[in-house]
């Protein structure tokens, strides 16, 4: 049964008040939290919204690498074609080398053979001349 208001004691209406506050605050701080909510929620939100543009962003530039990469390795495979080219001609170069000294050897040989097929001559010519004059 209702006790009346004079018939509660000083104490237990203190006790009252108190608990009476203490709901009012635990209110107050519920109010307060559901307030911020929705600013938490939107940070947040935020938040993610960054992260997936940041996110795009190093796609984008994964993406652009990649490219690179394969762009580089394109002209690797460019430039090993150029080197192994460049061999050939140089190997190339070397046989006309050999091929070019090995025809200057043999015409010095045929130069050299005629030089002294010529001095034969001459000398064969002295003679003749010698035994011309003595006679």
Not at 45 to 59: C, F, N, P, Q, S
Not at 101 to 119: D, I, K, Q, S
């Amino acid at each position: 049964m209702a006790k009346k208001e004079s018939e509660i004691s000083v104490e237990e209406r203190l006790k009252t008040l108190y608990q009476l506050q203490t709901t009012l605050s635990a209110i107050d701080e519920k109010r307060a939290l559901r307030g911020e909510l929705p600013l938490e929620v939107q940070d947040l939100e935020d938040e993610i919204a960054g992260l997936k543009t940041r996110v795009e962003h190093i796609e984008g530039d994964i993406a652009d690498f990649q490219q690179a990469v394969a762009q580089k390795q394109g002209e690797i495979a460019e430039a090993e074609e150029s080197v192994e080219r460049y061999k050939k001609q140089l190997d190339e170069v070397r046989n006309n080398r050999c091929l070019l000294y090995t025809l200057r050897a043999h015409e010095t040989g045929r130069n050299l053979v005629c030089r002294l097929l010529l001095e034969k001559k001459k000398k064969k010519k002295k003679k003749i001349k010698k035994k011309k004059k003595k006679k």
